[in-house]
């Protein structure tokens, strides 16, 4: 937008060139600024709570100190005893790192399909949560802290969703 070449915004360049516009780039500079710093402003806690949610398809290499786990009623100690369970367990090892496999697999589906333009088949592809909620929904209930975590974390998006889409 800076340099006036309008690259990576294809319908104004066609209009400024179809209609010898001039296009007011300043304007649209501010613009994207105010949006840059309100998704900015509006992301950072997802920095601030990297580490819980990353517990999600990774829960064997979280730091439980980390994990901020006040909003969802979970007690830290059964936490830590859980997880330390768990881990010592080769079958939900190998539970999640299987799903980070098949995580790894769809990206790399999607990206091929987007790049051939291949919009149709992308909704033929797995939901990323159907795969998520499989993995945690198969472990028994004596990580029921563990899970309680899992699934506050995994709601947080639908809910403010529900939330936004009620207050618009």
């Avoid at 710093?37 to 601030?48: C, N, P, S």
Wanted: glycine share 4%; aromatic share 12%; proline share 2%.
């Amino acid at each position: 937008m800076e340099s006036c070449k309008l690259i990576h915004f294809k319908n104004l360049k066609q209009y400024r060139d179809e209609t010898n516009a001039t296009i007011d780039t300043n304007y649209f500079n501010i613009a994207l600024k105010n949006m840059k710093d309100e998704f900015a402003e509006r992301f950072e806690k997802f920095k601030t709570n990297k580490s819980t949610l990353a517990f999600i398809v990774n829960p064997f290499n979280t730091d439980t100190n980390e994990i901020n786990i006040e909003p969802f009623g979970i007690d830290a100690g059964s936490l830590q005893m859980q997880l330390l369970d768990l881990k010592t367990k080769d079958l939900w090892c190998g539970k999640f790192t299987e799903l980070k496999s098949k995580l790894e697999e769809l990206e790399v589906q999607k990206c091929m399909h987007i790049a051939q333009h291949k919009w149709t088949v992308l909704k033929e592809i797995p939901r990323v949560e159907a795969l998520i909620f499989g993995a945690w929904n198969s472990l028994p209930e004596c990580y029921s802290e563990v899970k309680n975590l899992a699934y506050g974390v995994l709601t947080i998006f639908g809910s403010t969703y529900s939330c936004e889409q009620a207050f618009s």
